[in-house]
């Protein structure tokens, strides 16, 4: 079956960095676009980043970017997001998920676009 395993979050001061990973298994993980999404306490959840099934393009919200990157190592199955710089309004439990369809040309920035998810890790950015 399909599994999306985060890793990698923890408690950070601000401007601080951390590099989460999330490695996946049961599907075929090269054929798909990636994304990060980040839920905070009361909130919807929001996209962060995403990677084309190539790696050849990435998206990133406003809010991110120059200071995160998304990168993905098709050889061992595994997304990653480097966060530097991080601020307080970072904190959240950030997840990966796989684009619902294969080789799409286009990425997706809605949660409905993603068809399998992680459980989470939790990311603090402590001021």
């Known amino acids: 079956q399909v599994q999306l395993v985060e890793s990698g979050g923890g408690l950070v001061q601000a401007g601080g960095s951390l590099r989460l990973s999330c490695a996946a298994s049961g599907f075929t993980f090269g054929s798909y676009a990636m994304g990060w999404f980040r839920q905070a306490p009361g909130k919807e959840r929001e996209f962060v980043a995403a990677?084309?099934?190539?790696?050849?393009?990435?998206y990133y919200r406003d809010s991110v970017k120059g200071r995160f990157t998304i990168s993905r190592d098709n050889a061992k199955n595994t997304v990653y997001l480097q966060m530097n710089s991080l601020k307080p309004e970072d904190t959240a439990v950030y997840y990966c998920?796989?684009?619902?369809?294969?080789?799409?040309?286009?990425?997706?920035?809605?949660?409905?676009?993603?068809?399998?998810w992680g459980q989470g890790t939790q990311v603090t950015v402590s001021s």
């Open positions: 998920a796989a684009d619902r369809l294969p080789r799409r040309p286009t990425m997706g920035w809605t949660p409905r676009e993603y068809g399998y």
């Open positions: 990677i084309s099934w190539n790696g050849g393009n990435q």
